[in-house]
């Protein structure tokens, strides 16, 4: 689904990813872990195609060239990125915004738009699934939103934009134990043969509910190291510096 | 028949001299660049209107000249060309319709008295004026307890050149609302004087859209007179091209006033390298049992907001016009009259709104 090859990052005219490798197939999941600062937002803002970057070398996706892509062009190619501090957009009211941002993908994609009766009840399905107050879609997106309904806001744009490459820089931040359950929920439920997850953690908690397939440690700009699940419960019992040192 | 345009203005009821730009309230104005310029005075216009109006109380005026009217008794009507009054004896909302002629110039004046406890809901509609230029005056007296909503919509030909003053008089425990969209017009200039006695309120908001080379001015002068009176200027403008907007307010607060409310505030969204904004809050304090405020911030669009946006794959075009309308929809939901807010709605069309 996902290959990058030899990949250069810069953002603000800093170098932050050197060289990096990565290739994620079909219904994989994989989580990125790494000391602050080390390039891991980065990497998922450079896939995702965000104005900060500057990238340079190879990211093929389902053989496609991403980095001449913009980002909505990537987005509306399945790729989604929930954001570590979704920003608060005042005046633009939430459902309206999910149901352009849903019927812009689709009319892109050559598909028609969904009508207001077949997405107020894809909508109200996954509020149900993930138990998220039906007022958040009548406020102004993000704006007044606790840390908890703000990752559960992006949780819900997933779930109904229904994408196949998922990039999700720590979802698991800041939620009390019953929102990062509810959280996992709406991962695992898109979870499958077709989709694809990159997942920025700090904690092993997530990873409970959410077992990887692989797990990359990056440093310093690139993939020092990579495993399974096992790694990501070394690094929680050891730390950063026992770990790559026995590298 | 032409006429240079410092001979019309010398004429015109509103100016008693040709105003210079010394002047502090003509300092930001373009005026200059039109008086080597021609204008026809249109004596008689054409009776044909194309599309009546389907509200149902209305007057229909080209060039100054009423061509025809819809109102019931309660309303009082004189009027003349180029002048028009009005006396409201009960609730009613009346829509104005002002269109112009090609390079006409016109200089209208409207008087209206709104009686005691009645409420007047009043829309204006200015639209057409090829490369005119329009002098328009309005003089409102709100009799005690009476209310005035009043929305203008400045919708001219893109080479107009109008200028709207508006005179309110608000009597004790009155008040005035108005909304002014200031959209189209190569220079449009739309004054407000209003004097507030014991009790009465103003909320004046405008809305400038400009593109082009355009200039709009919105000057705003707040005299409270009486105790206990409360005023809330606000603007917004959106900024585009070479264009330029001007706002500015000064809020009048007398000796011996008690207990008195004022606010200023003006907000600009400046969305090229171009576009210019000249914002002059002021506010004139005199006494010492009040509170006021007054605010001016100029910003561009957040490119991190559009970043979002785009990563849901929304457009960036598409972005840009969802957080222009963010900008602007509070003021638009301010307009109470569901009627009025469907027409500006309806101007504003999918760019704007």
Redo the contacts between chains.
Sequence with gaps: MLKIKNLDVQIADKDVIHGLDLDVKAGEVHVVMGLNGTGKSTLLKAI?????TKSKGIMEYFDKDLLSL???ER??EGI??S?QN??E????NTIY?LR???N??RI?RGEKSLSSVDFMKRVQEKMNFLEIDKSILQR?LNVGFSGGEKKKSEIL?MMI?EPRLILLDEIDSGLDIDALKSVAKGINSLRGKQTSFIIITHYNRLLEYVPPDFVHILDHGKIVKSGNASLAKELEEKGYEDVLSST | MFYLLPELLRQSSMFSHIPTKKEEKWRFSPLGEYLNREYKKVPLAHKDILDKPKEEYWIYLRDGHVLELKLPPSVHVKHTPFTLELNCFEDIDIYLYLDYSTQSFVDFRINIIIQEHVHLSLYYSYEGGEKAFILHSSHIKLEPYARLSQTQVHNLSTQAVSIVENRVHLDKNSFFKNFSLLKEGEYIHNFFHTDLHYQSEAEITSLLLTHQRQKSIFSCDVNHLGDRSTSQVLSKQVIRDKSTCVVDANTLITEKTKATEATQASHALLLDEDAHIHSKPHLQIYSDDLSASHGSTVGELDQEAISYLCSRGISEEKARSMLISAFINDILESIDDTGHKEHILKTLGEDDA
């Excluded at chain 1, 995702?48 to 900060?52: H, K, L, M, P």
């Excluded at chain 1, 957009?89 to 633009?92: A, E, F, Q």
Aim: avoid cysteine.
């Design positions: 995702a195609g965000s104005y900060e913009s980002a909505n987005a509306t989604f990125m954001f979704p920003i957009i005042p005046g633009v915004f352009t941002a849903l812009e993908q892109s102004s744009q934009l």
